[in-house]
């Protein structure tokens, strides 16, 4: 039994530049566990989530998070919690592909 989820998802997410793939590690009644890809020049654009607090782990790479306006460049590994309501998203301004989970709880 393998217990770790990341290594087999990672394997199918191959983003080209300006791409984001994502998929999802754990979707239960609580909780949404969800692994972004982003190529180079990619950007997840910022959005909220009014209900839930949205916790980001940074795997691979680094990322340029943007929350309530400010941003920071975010190396893995790395964690960063968006509060409920926080307006949030990343970027990778890097030439590699950068990935993070995003964890949302609890479910709207």
């Known amino acids: 039994m393998a217990l770790d989820l990341y290594e087999e998802v990672r394997a199918t997410l191959d ?37 839930s607090t949205n916790v980001f782990h940074v795997l691979e790479g680094s990322v340029v998070v943007v929350r309530d306006g400010e941003s920071e460049a975010v190396d893995a590994p790395s964690v960063v919690r968006h509060d409920r309501g926080a307006v949030h998203g990343a970027r990778n301004e890097s030439d590699e592909v950068a990935v993070f989970t995003a964890s949302l709880c609890p479910l709207p």
């Open 15 to 51: 983003p080209d530049d300006g791409e984001i793939q994502t998929a999802e590690l754990v979707v239960t009644d609580d909780v949404l566990v969800k692994a972004f890809a982003l190529g180079p020049g990619a950007e997840l654009e910022p959005h909220e989530h009014a209900e």
